[in-house]
């Protein structure tokens, strides 16, 4: 039988009973549009997470100190204060550490800021003129940290955009007077935002020259009275290079610390971080599509529920087209074209209404944060593929139902 | 053109077998218009499906136009029904969504399929229906649907019409133009014709009488005068 023959009757039986194949449809295009929407957001999940840490620059290394021990037991990653600023300084060594580009060591701590009647607790982040450039961040207006506040160790402070809103409303920050810790400080710098999410709000914090944060505001020194900073972030020559820097900051500092056995630091990798991340967002998007796959599947029993219906139904037309010679494939195409071409349909609208669904909900805001969706014509290809083969799959039952029909029972069928 | 010979049906009722037919011999000749009649339950239509390829007899032999059609498979029985055979049902059996032309065309699809609109038209045509092409079968009065119920048989062109009551659920002015269609296209078209009936009156339109009394043959006569249906056609309004 002629394929556009079977084609037009099986548009023909579906027209003839509009509700019906409608509703079935709908089965098939939540389900598709469920997939494709949950999966769209997904990814645009994922790539959100990635971009922002992306963001922070992907050739970094962070150095902390490592735990303390006492009697055996070890205390958190960065509690021993045994990175100091001298480390950091020998990482500049051009000849012993080839790849690394910039060094930025910093040192944290909490610091009541006050101004006038308005006061911030925020986190004071110690820096030195690299820090800007090996971090990624930008001076919204103002000035930077210069060498020469680090060598007076001036009380001089640049806030987030966090902190200005918090104590500055929309008054003029720069060079104002505010209280840090008792003590007077002039506000020189802006940063520009960065965005919260990654690693916390990285907008709500201030920045003071490193050597203000030991001598004017007090942090931990070593057990040898150096100074210590708690993380060194080192940029390196290109992703390439990292594996090279970690091995050249590795020997500097082993020898530096003379140790001998274990490190007493680590090197975080900012590429593992993203892919680690990566891996984890991938599970959630699997996740994401593999619920929405459930309301495709019972889609797949809608369609296989409503050819049995109306297979029993037309019983009776079956039979008087098996008296006319119709053979078992004839009748069995003839369902089955049916059932794919519901599936077909269902996928196609499907992927329209998930394609609209992830334009209306991308930027969409909940709370505070944002709802990024990222359309992926592989999965839009995918559902296509696959409920079509839904259509065949749970259609084949039914249409083998008819095809194995006995013309006279059949015929004597009401 | 059909020769069976010394076939029986046995069904298997749970544990009881019953014989629908049993060792019936039957030859029937090219351009033959012949009635199968007896009552409710002598198997003549068991008789009608094994002469229509609808079913196998369990023994005996049934050759058709020189095919042992007894061994063949579902899928050539398809193919004999396909291509040889013509049925007419007592309850018409139109498809109801489709139009009369449709459902003469329908049989084509199953078959090489080509042209298959004028092939359809011109059936509609010998039955004098060719007006009322695109009418749905409820549009249509029940004489008018068993007409293009012979239409569809004749669109393939088939050997044998097998017509099973097709007067039963009709008036005798409707069974009047129905027997008239099936003679003339006995007498002009050499048409071989079957039909199954328990209306005495409708088996003297035929000219041989085949009777059946629990699954064997009773009788097998020639008619003497056949009756001819349709005197006053013209006036009946059916344009042959």
């Known amino acids: ?414 | 053109m059909i020769d069976i010979h010394d076939i029986s049906k046995i069904y298997q009722m749970g544990s009881v077998e019953v014989a629908a037919l049993q060792n019936v011999s039957l030859t029937v000749s090219q351009g033959e218009m012949l009635a199968i009649m007896g009552p409710s339950g002598s198997g003549k239509s068991t008789m009608m499906n094994i002469l229509g390829c609808l079913d196998v007899a369990t023994s005996g032999q049934y050759v058709l136009e020189g095919e042992d059609v007894g061994q063949m498979n579902d899928n050539q029985l398809a193919e004999i029904r396909h291509n040889k055979i013509g049925f007419v049902f007592q309850t018409y059996n139109l498809l109801p969504r489709a139009t009369a032309l449709s459902n003469v065309e329908m049989p084509l699809m199953y078959g090489d399929g080509h042209n298959r609109r004028n092939r359809a038209m011109e059936a509609l045509y010998k039955v004098g229906l060719h007006n009322r092409a695109l009418h749905r079968p409820v549009e249509l009065s029940g004489g008018e649907q068993q007409r293009v119920g012979i239409a569809r048989a004749l669109v393939k062109n088939p050997s044998i019409l097998l017509a099973d009551e097709p007067t039963g659920n009709l008036d005798s002015k409707s069974s009047d133009e129905i027997l008239t269609v099936l003679q003339r296209l006995n007498r002009d078209e050499g048409l071989t014709v079957l039909l199954v009936t328990h209306e005495a009156n409708v088996g003297q339109h035929t000219d041989r009488i085949v009777s059946f009394r629990d699954g064997h043959v009773v009788n097998d006569a020639p008619v003497t005068i056949p009756l001819t249906a349709g005197a006053g056609i013209s006036s009946n309004g059916v344009d042959l």
């Open chain 1, 1 to 414: 039988m002629n394929f556009f023959t079977t084609f037009f009757i099986a548009i023909d039986a579906l027209n003839s009973n509009k509700l019906r194949s409608g509703l079935t449809l709908l089965g098939i295009i939540i389900g598709v549009s469920a997939v494709i929407t949950l999966m769209a957001i997904g990814r645009g999940a994922q790539e959100s997470i990635t971009s922002r840490i992306e963001s922070l620059g992907t050739n970094l290394l962070f150095i902390r100190s490592g735990a303390t021990s006492s009697f055996g037991f070890s205390g958190a990653q960065g509690s021993a204060a045994n990175l100091t600023l001298e480390d950091s300084l020998a990482l500049t060594d051009p000849i012993l550490a080839p790849s690394v580009v910039s060094v930025a060591p910093e040192t944290q701590l909490r610091g009541q800021l006050v101004y006038q009647r308005e006061n911030s607790n925020t986190r004071l982040i110690g820096i030195t003129p690299e820090y800007l450039s090996v971090r990624s961040f930008e001076i919204e207006k103002g000035q930077s940290i210069t060498s020469t506040h680090i060598n007076m160790a001036s009380q001089v402070i640049i806030l987030g955009p966090d902190v200005v809103e918090n104590l500055f409303g929309f008054r003029e920050p720069i060079g104002q007077t505010i209280r840090v810790n008792g003590r007077d400080f002039e506000v020189i710098g802006v940063m520009k935002s960065k965005g919260s999410g990654g690693f916390g709000n990285q907008d709500d914090q201030a920045y003071v020259p490193i050597s203000t944060a030991y001598y004017r505001l007090g942090t931990q020194r070593t057990p040898q009275g150096e100074i210590s900073v708690q993380v060194v972030n080192v940029k390196v020559r290109d992703e390439e290079a990292t594996d090279a820097a970690v091995d050249e900051i590795t020997n500097i500092l082993r020898i530096r610390h003379r140790i001998t056995d274990e490190d007493d630091f680590t090197i975080t990798n900012q590429q593992e971080t993203i892919e680690a991340l990566e891996e984890t967002t991938n599970t959630f998007v699997l996740f994401l599509g593999a619920i929405a796959s459930i309301s495709l599947l019972v889609g797949g029993i809608g369609i296989m529920n409503i050819m049995l219906v109306s297979v029993t139904e037309r019983t009776r037309e079956i039979g008087i087209r098996k008296a006319m010679g119709a053979k078992r494939r004839d009748i069995l195409s003839q369902f089955l074209v049916e059932a794919v071409l519901l599936s077909l349909t269902g996928g196609f609208l499907g992927v329209a209404l998930g394609l609209g669904l992830t334009q209306v909900l991308d930027g969409i805001k909940f709370g505070s944060s944002t709802l990024n969706t990222s359309f992926s014509t592989d999965i839009a290809a995918l559902s296509m593929v696959v409920s079509g083969g839904i259509g065949l799959f749970f259609g084949s039952y039914p249409a083998m139902q008819a095809a194995k029909l006995h013309p006279i029972e059949a015929l004597r069928r009401e």
